[in-house]
């Protein structure tokens, strides 16, 4: 599959004819979001490629390989086939043996029809909703699957596009001010928008403010786990409203390293345990439904949202009101010697409760932070999260003084 890119029918012809000519038989799924995809490859076929540059601007593009289980390849299996593939390591087949090629656009409904089923006991009854799935891959099966919940989906960006001309595909705040008026102008219940491959969404309530992606998903966990209390799987990076939603609601958080693949694969880890695992993600918009399948899926979040609204009979911003006071920081600390800060971290901190998941998070009663080196550039990340501004900011200073050489 592949998404709207305009290099995508030219890579996807590629990876076709090296793939038959390897001796596999490929169905081309066409354009559809990677959660699609995925859905797909782990019903009926024993791997997948998606043809997608996810959040990156119009001028990437890039392969996501999903393993028959139907979650992504993880980093040390890619640079293992990557190695192949520098090294030509591979077997062409024999013209008695070359794979064959069908065409499947069609599929796609079946991935619409699950999503749009799942919330089954749910009549969104006619609430006005606004898409926008910025000239995406999901143009068609976002607006689909919530007309099918009984919504009434008004578009913006609704028109598959490889050139993106109403947004960028990351969907940044700033991006989104159309929706938000649209929102505003149809008397919506709220907008949702994708990344570039719909694996993401986020949100606008209904009086078009954007919804801080942490925020989204500690309401759609309160809402899981006051069904069913269990097991939140999300990165050290999320927001600690992941933890205070689980003690409300009786579940537990379970930390991983920073990555989705990392969720999904520990989602599914713990639940081949017997342990009740009932909601994962990151706090950027990706949610991971394990009901529906182990990865992030842009309309089954969507799907949730019209779920959590209707059963709560709340507005979007009635709700974020009641979340427990929290304020995030981001910034990053040009280093050329990452190992040396975090050394010095886990020294100066080391009267406070420490978490080596990924990088180094300092956990101290109402706050916490993460230090974490970025993989390609010469910084570090520093995450920090307090009830107030005030104790965010004087935590970070405390951070940037102390860890210095
Ligand atoms: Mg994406």
């Known amino acids: 599959g592949r998404d709207t890119r305009t290099s995508g029918p030219a890579l996807s012809r590629a990876i076709i004819a090296g793939l038959l000519a390897t001796g596999c038989d490929v169905v081309d799924l066409g354009v559809l979001p990677t959660p699609a995809v995925q859905y797909l490859v782990r019903e009926h076929f024993d791997a997948g490629a998606v043809i997608t540059a996810s959040h990156n601007p119009p001028e990437y593009n890039g392969v996501k390989i999903i393993e028959g289980d139907g979650t992504e ?18 077997i062409l087949a024999g013209w008695e043996s070359m794979g064959t090629l069908s065409a499947a656009p069609e ?10 089923g799942y919330w089954k006991d749910i009549d969104a009854d006619g609430m006005t909703v606004v898409a926008d ?46 929706l938000s008026e649209l929102v505003r102008n149809t008397s919506a219940a709220f907008g949702v928008a994708h990344d570039g491959d719909a694996d993401r969404a986020v949100f606008v309530d209904e009086t078009g403010e954007y919804l801080e992606e942490n925020e989204q998903f500690a309401l759609v966990e309160r809402f899981i786990c006051s069904k069913t209390p269990g097991i939140v799987v999300t ?36 639940a081949e345990e017997g342990k009740t695992v009932v909601f994962g993600g990151e706090g950027n918009g990706g949610l991971i439904l394990p009901g529906n399948q182990h990865c992030r899926d842009g309309a089954m979040t969507a799907a949730t949202m019209v779920a959590l609204l209707k059963s709560s009979g709340k507005t979007l911003s009635e709700l974020r009101t009641t979340l427990p006071p929290h304020v995030m920081l981001k910034d990053k600390i040009h280093t050329d010697s990452p190992h040396e800060l975090l050394k010095n971290a886990k020294t100066a901190f080391s009267g406070d409760t420490l978490d080596l998941t990924d990088g180094v998070r300092i956990n101290r009663q109402g706050m916490w932070a993460l230090l974490r080196p970025s993989g390609t550039e010469p910084f ?9 501004e005030k104790e965010a900011e004087a935590f970070r200073d405390e951070i940037t003084r102390v860890i210095s050489p």
């Open 73 to 90: 390849m993880d980093d040390t299996q890619t640079i293992c086939l990557e190695g192949h593939l520098f090294a030509e390591e591979f």
């Open 107 to 116: 599929m796609i409904h079946e991935y619409i029809t699950a999503v749009a």
């Open 133 to 178: 799935p910025g000239s995406g891959p999901a143009c068609e099966s976002t607006p689909q699957v919530l007309t099918k919940m009984g919504c009434h989906v008004v578009t913006i960006n609704g028109m598959m596009d490889g050139t993106f001309p109403g947004r960028m595909p990351e969907p940044s705040p700033e991006g989104l001010q159309p």
């Open 235 to 270: 990165p050290v990076s999320t927001s600690f409203l992941a933890e205070r939603i689980a003690e409300e609601t009786g579940s537990v958080v379970d930390y991983t390293r920073v990555g989705s693949i990392s969720v999904a694969r520990r989602m599914i880890a713990l």
């Open 380 to 388: 570090m990340r520093l995450y920090v999260e307090a009830e107030t």
